[in-house]
């Protein structure tokens, strides 16, 4: 059975000849097979944006989410931007009801989030350059948003070597 985000995605995505359009299923513990099927879309020689956005909190440590990222980055050229966000408990540690719903959506389905501190997400950007504000609670890129989010956000761009 196909999941129905890929069946939309298929009827959504439309290639025109200004440029092609693909989707790809796949899991980001395994970047080399993203990283081959990203390479028959993109022109991995130009600068690209790598977007994970509330994806790496579902994956453990014991996965070394970190690694994945590395790999996807190292493959990226200069000028290649990351945009990342991420589950953190520590964005608003007054705000306690943010732990008590990921501890409600961990008792439901253990083992779905794994929540990272600031310094710990940081760790993701290691060696770009953030771009402002840098790593700040998700709602602080919109300036004007008055919402509380438990994720951190952040935008990288990946320095000439």
């Known amino acids: 059975m196909v999941p129905l985000v ?8 439309t290639s025109t000849p200004e440029g092609r359009t693909a989707y790809l299923d796949g899991d980001v513990r395994d970047p080399a097979r993203i990283l081959e099927h990203a390479a028959e879309t993109l ?26 990222v590395r790999t996807l980055r190292d493959a990226l050229p200069p000028g290649s931007y990351l945009v990342l966000s991420h589950l953190g408990l ?4 007054d ?7 990921v501890d409600q959506v961990n008792a439901a389905a253990p083992g779905t989030l794994f929540p990272r501190t600031r310094d710990q997400v940081a ?21 004007t ?14 320095p000439a070597t």
């Open 90 to 93: 520590d964005v608003y540690p």
């Open 123 to 143: 760790g993701f950007f290691d060696g770009w350059e953030l771009i402002d504000p840098g790593l700040v609670p998700a709602p602080a890129w919109r300036t």
């Open 95 to 101: 705000k306690t009801h943010l732990k008590v719903g």
């Open 43 to 68: 022109d991995l020689t130009q600068p690209v944006a790598l977007m994970l956005v509330a994806i790496m909190h579902a994956i453990p440590d014991d996965h070394d989410p970190h690694a994945a």
């Open 6 to 13: 890929l069946v939309h995605a298929r009827a959504l995505l």
């Open 145 to 158: 948003s008055e919402k509380v989010s438990a994720m951190w956000a952040g935008v990288a761009r990946k």
